[in-house]
Nanobody, 126 residues
Framework: QVQLVESGGGLVQTGGSLRLSCAAS????????MAWFRQAPGKERECVSR????????YYADSVKGRFTISRDNAKNTVDLQMNSLKPDDTAVYFC???????????????????WGQGTQVIVSS
């Protein structure tokens, strides 16, 4: 069982930055693919970024490419999302997600992720 707790959301002006952090409980954190999703009101949940067990070749949605950076620290059981040059369209609840044990690389489909955090709100004002 994995429990995920997100932190770092908040209110920021357009062009600002935020760093989201996700702390995972449990052992063998490296055996889980990780991802950040977001969901804006009235919209479907979308994968913003995902990262495999070793952090090689992370994925970014086109809408955030060049502005967001995902990273993980398997020793600390954390996965972070650095968000720069934020836009009002980035406003959403951001969720940390983990794949099942042994699923060390996954796609961007939410259905593939087994564990979810409660989410952290990000609001970007214009």
């Amino acid at each position: 069982q994995v429990q995920l707790v997100e932190s770092g959301g908040g209110l920021v002006q357009t062009g600002g930055s935020l760093r989201l952090s996700c702390a995972a409980s449990g052992r063998d954190f490296s055996m889980h693919a990780m991802a950040w999703f977001r969901q804006a009101p009235g919209k479907e949940r979308e994968c913003v970024s995902r990262i495999s067990w070793n952090g090689v070749r992370p994925y970014y949605a086109d809408s955030v490419k060049g502005r967001f950076t995902i990273s993980r620290d398997n020793a600390k059981n954390t996965v972070d999302l650095q968000m720069n040059s934020l836009k009002p369209d980035d406003t959403a609840v951001y969720f940390c997600a983990a794949g099942a044990y042994g699923r060390i690389a996954l796609t961007s489909s939410a259905h593939e992720y087994t564990y979810w955090g409660q989410g952290t709100q990000v609001i970007v004002s214009s």
